[in-house]
Structures are given as C-alpha cells and as structure tokens.
C-alpha cells in the first residue's frame, strides 16, 4: 500500500514572496503519477501539477513548479510570486501507473492549509 | 453545465431517512469515483466504476450503495446513517487509458447526519 505525507499542516506566506510545500511517499511501485491539488475554500478540488515518475525533469505551470527526488521519495511544490488566489488547501496524490480498469485511484496527503498574506 | 456537478451541495439527514447523492461529469470520461472527506483525514477512496462496472469497494459500509447507471452518471445511496458519517462527498471522473488519467472532481455535497 502507499502512503503520502505532508508535514505541515499549515503555512503562510506573504503576497509576491516564494513558498514550498513539502510531501514524501511510500511506495514499493517504480512507476507511478504524482499531483498537487488545490481545494480552495469553496472546495472545487482542482489539479496544480502533475508529475510522471519516469521523467527526471520537474514539472512546471507557470508560477508553479515540483523538486521531484525520487531516489527520497520527496515531491515538493514551490509556489512562485505568491497571489492572494493561492489561498487554500493544498493535497499531494500518489497513483500507481495503469494496471486495468479501475486502477487509476489516487492516495491523498492530509494536506496543507495554505494562506497568502496581503 | 461543465466539468463535474453534484447535487445537492448541502444534505442535513436523520439517522433513519434514505437519500441520494447526484453526480454528472460532462467531459466525455470513463471512470467515475466516489471521495469522503473528513476533518482532519486525507481524502478516502470509497469507490471506483470504470466502464460502468464498480471496480473497487474500499470496505466501506453497506449503509453506502454506489450506482453508475451510465458513464456520465453516478449515484450514491445513503441508508441509516451514523453521525460519524458526515463529511463532505466528492466525486471525481477521468479517462482512462490513452495516457490519460488526471481526475476532475465535483464540488463536492456537505452532509450532516444528525
């Protein structure tokens, strides 16, 4: 079975300034997909970033970007030039690669309580 | 409508009634999953259909009766209810295969069993 950890329940930080969140994993798997989700507070889940395990370059969209070490187990989102709209509830998602119908089930963080500061 | 709804967003049920929780993904998807979210807890898969055919049954309680009558439609039965199963409820959808599988959720629906 997997797990997913995210240490930091919560975190702030102020507008325009850099933040990063941090998630390890367990898994016995070597091929597999990782995301960061964002559930803002009107909770529509929404998908930050993703990341396939078979590629050594980190992933980037836009003002955000992932260090994936996957020798640690450590995929950690930084988030660049920080806006008011990040404010939310940030989850990091393990999921193994496809293995038939159904496989494709994500294992969540706890999450981290994200607040921007004007 | 786009995306992933739910209805209702907001379900207050006594321990002994009988409802239903909707959801409809309009982005042409194949698999279809049901999330409770609670206080404090990651998200918990309680179950997954794919094609139509439910897939995965994380041992959640009888009290929960899954049905995906077509792709784009998922249902979820509440029967008698306990306190501790108030949460908030997303549901999710993705395409499988073609290198495909980020999953899109719902709104989620809020439910309070008192």
């Known amino acids: 079975a997997q797990t997913v950890t995210q240490s930091q329940p919560e975190m702030s930080v102020q507008e325009a300034e850099t933040v990063t969140l941090s998630c390890t994993y367990d898994?016995?798997?070597?091929?597999?997909?990782l995301f960061w989700y964002k559930q803002p507070p009107s909770r529509q889940m929404i998908l930050v970033i993703r990341q396939e395990a078979y590629k050594q370059q980190n992933a980037t969209e836009n003002r955000f970007s992932v260090n994936f070490q996957k020798a640690a187990k450590s995929f950690s989102l930084k988030i660049s030039d920080s806006q008011l709209g990040d404010t939310a509830m940030y989850f990091c998602a393990f999921m193994k690669a496809y293995s038939g119908a159904g496989s494709y089930q994500l294992t969540f963080g706890k999450g981290t309580k994200l607040s921007v500061i004007p | 409508e786009t995306g992933v709804t739910q209805t209702p967003r907001h379900l207050v049920m006594g321990m002994t009634n009988k409802k239903s929780l909707k959801c409809e993904q309009h982005?042409?998807?194949?698999?279809m999953y049901w999330y409770k979210q609670s206080a404090k807890k990651p998200l918990e898969l309680m179950f997954v259909?794919?094609?139509?055919?439910?897939?995965e049954n994380n041992s959640v309680p009888s009290r929960f009766s899954p049905e995906c009558p077509n792709s784009s439609h998922l249902f979820l039965h509440l029967h008698t209810l306990q306190p501790e199963d108030s949460a908030l409820y997303l549901c999710?959808?993705?395409?499988?295969?073609?290198?495909?599988?980020?999953?899109?959720f719902g709104p989620g629906t809020r439910l309070t069993v008192t």
């Open positions: 982005l042409g998807h194949n698999a």
């Open positions: 898994t016995s798997e070597s091929n597999y997909y």
């Open positions: 999710a959808s993705s395409q499988e295969w073609l290198g495909l599988y980020e999953q899109y």
């Open positions: 259909y794919s094609l139509e055919e439910r897939v």
